[in-house]
């Protein structure tokens, strides 16, 4: 699957959280989301996205946004991860990477100079309306999570 541009409507998809609480897009109708797809949980990078997301999660309340984190990683890694670093948001379980695919988040990246395929660190905000506003690709972990609000905001 391609990338996604802004002004398409984004994928829907209904996914497993930590709890085994199913979640879909459908849900969040009328609110921003923002959806990021992260490779593993407690790993360094992305560590310091959910934390700075999570640091945000107030400033995105009053935006009316919602944080979606997803990943391959089974529920009791996801709740090791929300517990370890106090993370107040839901991580959800693409194990099969589906929606990875759907959102253009999985596929060739080159990582360490080799090529390979995997979990592309990617991020989505989607309008009240399920409209793709802005779709970040390749993204660096530090500081997106600002970028990100600042675009909710704009």
């Not at 923002?34 to 935006?63: H, S, W």
């Amino acid at each position: 699957m391609g990338k996604l541009e802004a002004g398409e409507k984004a994928p829907a998809f209904t996914l497993e959280d930590q709890d085994g609480k199913k979640v879909a897009l459908k849900d969040f109708k009328g609110k921003n989301v923002i959806i990021y797809f992260y490779p593993k949980d407690d790993t360094p990078g992305c560590t310091k996205e959910a934390c700075q997301f999570n640091d945000l999660l107030t400033q995105f309340a009053k935006a009316d946004a919602v944080i979606l984190g997803v990943s391959a990683d089974s529920a009791n890694s996801h709740n090791s991860f929300r517990e370890k670093y106090g993370l107040k948001f839901q991580l959800l379980i693409d194990k099969d990477h589906l929606v990875m695919e759907k959102y253009g988040a999985y596929g060739e990246k080159v990582l360490y100079g080799k090529k390979m395929i995997g979990v592309i660190r990617s991020t989505f905000l989607i309008g009240p309306d399920q409209k793709v506003k802005r779709a970040w690709y390749h993204v660096k972990a530090d500081g997106h999570a600002e970028k990100v609000l600042a675009a909710v905001n704009a």
